[in-house]
């Protein structure tokens, strides 16, 4: 299955929304999308654990992360693969990684671990908290959002990922958000 997690060729920009849950990543991907004439890509684990919860009544496991990966860069190649312009991620596999380390004391699959920190995207948003949580049968970190917050902007630290701090809210926020694209991509 290590296959599976690499990214295909493509001919366009990448830009990652990122950041702990509830922060509006959905909201911003698809308004982003629209604003630039674009695509985006959604989130596979929210489909598959929504389905998984509503099946079973059962959260992820660690048996769950590989499919989520295999499912959320089959999307995301599926996608890239229909633009030249700006394709914009819901999510990407160091959110993955972040939240197997955090679910399971440590842990991240050794596949999984290797294409989180060598896929490439050329921008990440970092999504601040300042937006209120929102509860849904898969959320469970309300009271952990600033810690989380503090883990998703070490990661793009120590892995020096270009990042822009999102913040505000509605309109602020994706005004923000096209600001920060339209610095770092000239002519878009």
Not at 30 to 46: G, I, M, T
Not at 153 to 178: C, H, M, T, W
Request: a negative charge; proline letters at 4%; charged letters at 25%.
């Amino acid at each position: 299955m290590e296959k599976d997690f690499g990214q295909s060729p493509c001919n366009c920009r990448k830009v990652v929304l990122f950041g702990p849950e509830s922060t509006g990543k959905t909201t911003l991907a698809k308004q982003l999308a629209s604003h630039f004439n674009s695509d985006w890509v959604p989130e596979y684990a929210r489909a598959f654990l929504q389905n998984k919860w509503d099946k079973t009544n059962e959260i992820c496991s660690k048996e769950d992360l590989p499919i989520i990966a295999a499912g959320q860069m089959a999307l995301e190649n599926q996608k890239a693969s229909n633009t030249d312009t700006i394709l914009f991620c819901d999510t990407d596999l160091l959110v993955t990684k972040i939240y197997s380390e955090v679910y399971f004391n440590g842990y991240c699959d050794p596949d999984l671990h290797h294409f989180a920190v060598n896929n490439h995207y050329d921008l990440y948003l970092l999504l601040d908290i300042d937006i209120p949580w929102v509860a849904d049968d898969l959320r469970d970190k309300p009271n952990e959002r600033e810690q989380m917050l503090i883990q998703f902007k070490k990661a793009l630290q120590s892995l020096n990922r270009p990042y822009v701090l999102i913040q505000g809210q509605g309109e602020d926020r994706f005004q923000s958000a096209i600001q920060a694209i339209q610095s770092q991509f000239a002519h878009v």
